[in-house]
């Protein structure tokens, strides 16, 4: 079974645009209107980040919002990652009503082979809850340095993750049971 979902960028260049008219699969979660605000609050007015020129890699995007929401505060692109092929034809459609700078891949983690040693200064991995590839792949964009220096993983996830390899800029707990961690090298 799918849902029809319609989702609008809320903040930046692009506040108002519809990004996304597609369908998605029973099960799937979009990154609510509150939990994007609480990340565009932490990103901004608690770790001050200035979004101009930044490049961020959007992992599990499903609607690809987030992506979309970073490259209106100002990231110069972004490459958007899922393994379903229906999403990334609904986000191209989205990268050609915004003619922002981005790309789509096909993948599926934890491979991170994909991505051709690239780096990025913001990486936002939002996998389906309980699977069994979270923590092998926020071990491998560590052990990978797909992180800029300076740069953030954040993860949105109901399970607790190992971030011994990193340094905790954040947690905050969602409405749902859901946590975001801020995270950096």
């Not at 020129?53 to 987030?66: E, K, M, P």
């Amino acid at each position: 079974m799918t849902k029809k979902f319609a989702i609008r960028i809320e903040h930046g260049e692009k506040k108002g645009i519809q990004v996304s008219d597609g369908f998605f699969s029973e099960g799937s979660r979009i990154t609510t209107s509150a939990n994007r605000c609480v990340l565009y609050n932490v990103l901004k007015n608690k770790l001050y980040l200035d979004f101009k020129g930044l490049s961020c890699l959007d992992l599990c995007c499903g609607s690809g919002i987030i992506g979309f929401e970073l490259m209106s505060l100002g990231c110069e692109n972004c490459t958007f990652i899922d393994c379903d092929k229906q999403k990334l034809k609904n986000i191209q459609l989205s990268i050609d009503k915004t003619k922002f700078n981005a790309n789509t891949i096909q993948a599926y983690l934890p491979n991170l082979s994909f991505t051709n040693n690239e780096k990025f200064d913001i990486i936002f991995f939002d996998p389906p809850y309980q699977n069994n590839f979270e923590q092998q792949t926020i071990d491998k964009i560590y052990e990978n340095q797909m992180l800029k220096n300076n740069g953030i993983l954040i993860v949105e996830t109901i399970e607790e993750i190992n971030t011994e390899k990193y340094k905790i800029l954040d947690i905050k707990q969602l409405k749902n049971e859901a946590k975001f961690y801020f995270l950096t090298i």
